[in-house]
């Protein structure tokens, strides 16, 4: 449809109408064109949702004279675009680790930790772009399949929420074996503890008693803590609990006074 203005007024606006186009795999765009020319005009947005979200300069008009509005991605370009950026940062690495290591850097043994926090890898791949190109259905937003192969290469948030589900840890119930090593942990600090129920934990709570200042007081001078008689009395406990300890070991009775 072609519009011409007899009175001479003008718009821009009555030059533009909206376009729907269509790439290689079936999916729809918008897009305002130019009257005259039949070319895009402004953003062409996706009419549809996909993990690959193809970037507009890769989006070319076919060539074909009688699908005027059909879209061709340019995945050659796409690629080889790809491959010039990790080569380019794989060589910036290199000169980098030569730089600091000199002889000492072995390329075979890949980048060194220091040099890979000065250079981290782009965050781009190939192979979701060829399998776009080989018409991988989740990729192009076909299906909402997930394919595992090519879930790492995206953020969680573009996954299908059932997959990321069955991706999740499972803590709902501790495995047996596990189960028992934690038990197996638990019986034996129990005894090494006195027959108050005090642990080994509990010698260490006695240390920081013995470590509080009696006399220290606070801003309004009122004393921290009960004074040297909380002092004594948590020297006495630890002393029986060691004291209790050692004839534990040797396989005597505790005793309930006994230093």
Excluded at 6 to 26: C, I, V
Excluded at 99 to 122: H, N, S, T, V, W
Excluded at 160 to 174: G, L, W
């Amino acid at each position: 449809m072609s519009y011409v203005d007899t009175r001479g007024n003008w718009s821009q606006a009555m030059q533009r109408r909206g376009q729907r186009f269509t790439d290689q795999h079936g999916r729809k765009y918008f897009a305002p064109i130019e009257i005259k020319t039949g070319e895009p005009c402004g953003l062409i947005g996706a009419e549809y949702t996909a993990p690959l979200t193809v970037p507009l300069n890769y989006l070319k008009r076919s060539k074909d004279a009688n699908r005027p509005y059909d879209l061709v991605i340019d995945y050659p370009k796409w690629q080889a675009d790809i491959r010039a950026e990790l080569k380019e940062w794989e060589t910036a690495w290199r000169k980098a680790a030569v730089r600091r290591y000199g002889d000492e850097f072995d390329p075979k043994k890949g980048m060194p930790a220091d040099i890979a926090e000065l250079f981290p890898r782009p965050p781009i791949h190939e192979e979701p772009v060829i399998a776009a190109k080989q018409g991988n259905k989740w990729v192009l937003g076909l299906s909402s399949k997930v394919d595992p192969r090519l879930a790492k290469f995206f953020a969680p948030e573009v996954t299908d929420p059932d997959y990321r589900e069955k991706q999740e840890p499972d803590f709902r119930d501790m495995p047996d074996e596990l189960d028992s090593d934690v038990r197996a942990i638990v019986a034996d600090t129990n005894a090494a503890a006195d027959d108050e129920g005090q642990t080994v934990a509990g010698e260490a709570a006695f240390d920081l008693e013995d470590e509080i200042d009696a006399d220290a007081v606070g801003g309004k001078r009122v004393p921290v803590g009960a004074g040297a008689g909380k002092r004594s009395l948590g020297a006495e406990r630890k002393a029986l609990y060691r004291a209790n300890k050692k004839k534990a070991a040797a396989g005597a009775k505790p005793s309930d006074d006994e230093e």
